[in-house]
């Protein structure tokens, strides 16, 4: 059972996310939530035992490519997925958050299904 | 000096319009009753068809814009009737109609709906190679006229209306 971040700007997509993970069935005990990577920054601080991010790019004050960067300079890859949430999902934005240390990315809109696939590695 | 710029036909904007917002709506909600038919030119109010063919105008309440930035430069802006932004949020969000949202939580949900769109317009259509920069969603109480070139299209909701216009900067 994982403690999941879920990381936008938007409390609507927060809520979207938080449906689709119940509807995917995933193994979620706990979800965090916060409105961009500064917030995601404190989230983490507070709780370290969170398994797995799910981030949104496009954010004020702290995007999500910038989130991943820092993140990653005290959390390692394999230690703590990170999975973008994206309404872009251009090519040149998605090296450039797997190369800031992303784990995967999913394309809004989304299905249960899609992000089922993207995180079964990470959540049972 | 001529400008080496290639704009789409304002029936191209309207296709990856088309299947932009089909997109979005396809897989988070099913509000939408029928398409109405295309306007020629925005304003502070829309008007469409009711089911006995009789023009109808609905007031712009609400409006949400994403703006975006690259070879071409404009805005996705979703402008909805009171009723309509309501609808589209529980649409969203799932809930029923009798559920009601709080003001904050109608405009955030009209702000993401941009955001979809206005990435999947980007994605399918305007930028393929990802080069373009999405601006973050702004809402507005107080929709504007329209001015600049585009399309929009409107839709009937279950209740209210929803237009979604695509608008390019005159020079980018
Ligand atoms: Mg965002």
Same mark, same amino acid.
């Given at each position: 059972?994982?403690?999941? +971040? ?38 983490l601080g507070?709780a370290p035992d969170i ?27 394999? #230690? ?45 | 000096?001529? &400008? ?15 299947? !932009? ?11 939408? #009753? ?17 089911? &006995?063919?009789?023009? /109808? ?7 949400? !814009? ?8 404009? !805005? ?24 009601? +949202? ?12 941009? &955001?979809?769109? !206005? ?22 109480? /107080? ?30």
């Amino acid at each position: 059972m994982a403690k999941v +971040l879920i990381v936008d700007d938007s409390a609507t997509m927060r809520k979207i996310i938080m449906r689709v993970l119940r509807q995917a069935e995933l193994k979620v005990e706990d979800v965090l939530e916060a409105g961009n990577g500064i917030e995601g920054l404190a989230a983490l601080g507070k709780a370290p035992d969170i398994g797995l991010i799910l981030s949104d790019v496009n954010m004020p004050q702290m995007n999500g490519l910038e989130f991943v960067k820092k993140v990653r300079e005290a959390h390692p890859k394999e #230690k703590l997925p990170m999975v973008m949430i994206t309404t872009e999902g251009g090519e040149a934005m998605v090296q450039q958050a797997m190369s800031n240390g992303a784990n995967g990315y999913v394309t809004k809109p989304f299905t249960p299904e899609s992000i089922r696939t993207a995180l079964a590695g990470f959540i049972g | 000096m001529s &400008n080496s710029t290639h704009l789409p036909s304002r029936e191209e904007l309207l296709d990856v319009l088309r299947a !932009s917002v089909h997109e979005v709506f396809s897989s988070t909600v099913t509000t939408f #009753k029928q398409a109405a038919q295309v306007s020629q030119q925005g304003e502070i109010a829309v008007a469409l068809e009711d089911e &006995n063919g009789v023009r /109808v105008t609905a007031s712009i309440d609400l409006e949400a !814009s994403v703006s975006f930035k690259g070879s071409l430069a404009g !805005s996705v802006v979703v402008r909805c009737s009171a009723q309509g932004a309501m609808d589209i949020a529980r649409g969203l969000l799932m809930l029923d109609a009798t559920t009601s +949202l709080a003001v904050p939580e109608i405009e955030d949900a009209l702000g993401e709906c941009a &955001n979809m769109v !206005s990435g999947v317009l980007k994605r399918r259509a305007l930028d393929p190679r990802g080069t373009f920069e999405l601006g973050l969603p702004e809402i507005r109480r /107080v929709p504007k006229a329209i001015g600049k070139p585009g399309g929009m299209l409107v839709y009937q909701l279950s209740e209210g209306v929803v237009s979604m216009e695509l608008w390019l900067d005159e020079s980018p």
